[in-house]
């Protein structure tokens, strides 16, 4: 699919006396040969035909959406950037609180990225507090929290992992691919649940199923 973006300039007028406005458009057409023409109410076939002998472009009885001020975008990214650092301030607090009472339940609990070329085999369950590079793998035989990016490839086996994924990705859990698309830009449970897998985004309430 190809796509342009314009910046178009808009004229918008109503028709109240015919020979008043085609008089307007003939003394000012150099300034509005360029515009689309917006007619809001009635319009009469002799200004239609007025209007395309000028070869003007219009339309008639049409909304269009109103541009923002760069303040007003400014004040929209700040504010979705605020939303995102509370999500992740609480996801953050989520983690450690888990990260903590699991460790005490035997969780093994690592800190260092897990680079290209390396391979984790995990029989247990475990917690990584970093991130996983493209070209690392990780085997794990219980359940699986990562509470940075995944670029590298996964193998769980356990009853959840929790993880984020990018579309370098690989991630198998219990035997099947999870496609990325499932995975990106948020944190995920995936959980095996009636021979189902089931995957719950952290801050969304739905839910998608792979298997």
Not at 87 to 103: F, I, T
Not at 157 to 166: E, I, K, P, Q, V
Request: net charge negative; aromatic share 8%.
């Amino acid at each position: 699919m190809k796509n342009k973006q314009y910046s178009v300039k808009v004229y918008e007028c109503s028709v109240d006396d015919e020979a008043e406005f085609m008089e307007f458009f003939d003394t000012n057409y150099t300034l509005f040969s360029d515009h689309l023409i917006v007619i809001n109410g009635y319009l009469s076939e002799s200004i239609k035909e007025y209007l395309e002998s000028k070869s003007l472009i219009f339309l008639n009885n049409v909304t269009l959406p109103k541009g923002r001020t760069r303040k007003a975008l400014e004040d929209e990214l700040k504010a979705q950037r605020r939303e995102n650092d509370i999500d992740r301030l609480v996801a953050e607090s989520k983690l450690a609180s888990l990260s903590s009472r699991l460790q005490e339940k035997n969780f093994k609990v690592l800190d260092e990225m897990v680079r290209s070329g390396q391979e984790l085999k995990i029989d247990g369950d475990l917690i990584l507090r970093n991130r996983i590079n493209s070209g690392a793998t990780i085997h794990t035989k219980g359940n699986l929290i990562i509470t940075q990016l995944v670029d590298g490839a996964i193998r769980c086996d356990g009853n959840f992992m929790m993880l984020t994924a990018s579309p370098k990705a690989n991630v198998i859990f219990h035997g099947v691919e999870v496609e990325n698309s499932f995975l990106e830009d948020r944190l995920n449970i995936v959980e095996l649940k009636n021979n189902k897998i089931e995957i719950t985004p952290i801050f969304e309430k739905e839910i998608n199923w792979v298997s």
